[in-house]
């Protein structure tokens, strides 16, 4: 399982009222990402959102999301100084989940999308992202990381 994999797992746990491990459909990741990628885009893509860390003193942990080596954490509190309430609940609103969840599964999401954007720590072009992340999507569902829901 890839790192991104092991993410998305988090993530959804993370916001499961059960707390069990649920493993998302095609179609919830499908969303997540998606909502994500149109955030960075808006915002400048990578190299707006570097910018807006920078600005908000955060700029040593997105580069290392960015760079080949370990990625650094960042915790909610951190995410919302940097990319705005507002921004946030968009990503919530679009993602299907509680808009106070928000911070928490973008501290989560966003260091392994920038990751797996920046390979060889290289920031590719803001038109680019879309089909990056289709990528990303694409080789998620070749490792099988997606259940799909059966009907009882």
Same mark, same amino acid.
């Given at each position: 399982? *890839?790192?991104?994999?092991?993410?998305? %797992? *988090?993530?959804?746990? %993370?916001?499961? @009222?059960?707390?069990?491990?649920?493993? @998302? *459909?095609?179609?919830?990741?499908?969303? /997540?990402?998606?909502?994500?990628?149109?955030? /960075?885009?808006?915002?400048?893509?990578?190299?707006?959102?570097?910018?807006?860390?920078?600005? *908000?003193?955060?700029?040593?942990?997105?580069?290392?999301?960015?760079?080949?080596?370990?990625?650094?954490?960042?915790? @909610?509190?951190?995410?919302? $100084?940097?990319?705005?309430?507002?921004?946030?609940?968009?990503?919530?609103?679009? $993602?299907?989940?509680?808009?106070?969840?928000?911070?928490?599964?973008?501290?989560? /999401?966003? #260091?392994?999308?920038?990751?797996?954007?920046? #390979?060889?720590?290289?920031? @590719?072009?803001?038109?680019?992202?879309?089909?990056?992340? %289709?990528?990303?999507? &694409? &080789? /998620?569902?070749?490792?099988?990381?997606?259940?799909?829901?059966?009907?009882?």
């Amino acid at each position: 399982m *890839s790192l991104l994999n092991d993410v998305l %797992k *988090s993530v959804f746990a %993370k916001t499961n @009222p059960t707390g069990q491990e649920q493993v @998302p *459909s095609q179609g919830q990741a499908d969303v /997540l990402i998606t909502a994500a990628l149109a955030m /960075l885009d808006q915002a400048g893509g990578i190299q707006g959102i570097i910018e807006k860390f920078q600005r *908000s003193g955060l700029g040593d942990i997105v580069a290392s999301w960015v760079g080949t080596g370990q990625n650094q954490p960042i915790n @909610p509190d951190q995410i919302t $100084a940097a990319l705005g309430e507002d921004n946030i609940a968009v990503v919530a609103q679009q $993602a299907s989940i509680p808009a106070d969840q928000g911070s928490n599964v973008l501290a989560e /999401l966003l #260091p392994a999308i920038i990751d797996k954007l920046t #390979p060889q720590g290289k920031v @590719p072009e803001q038109g680019q992202l879309l089909d990056l992340g %289709k990528t990303i999507l &694409s &080789s /998620l569902a070749a490792s099988g990381f997606f259940v799909e829901k059966t009907q009882a």
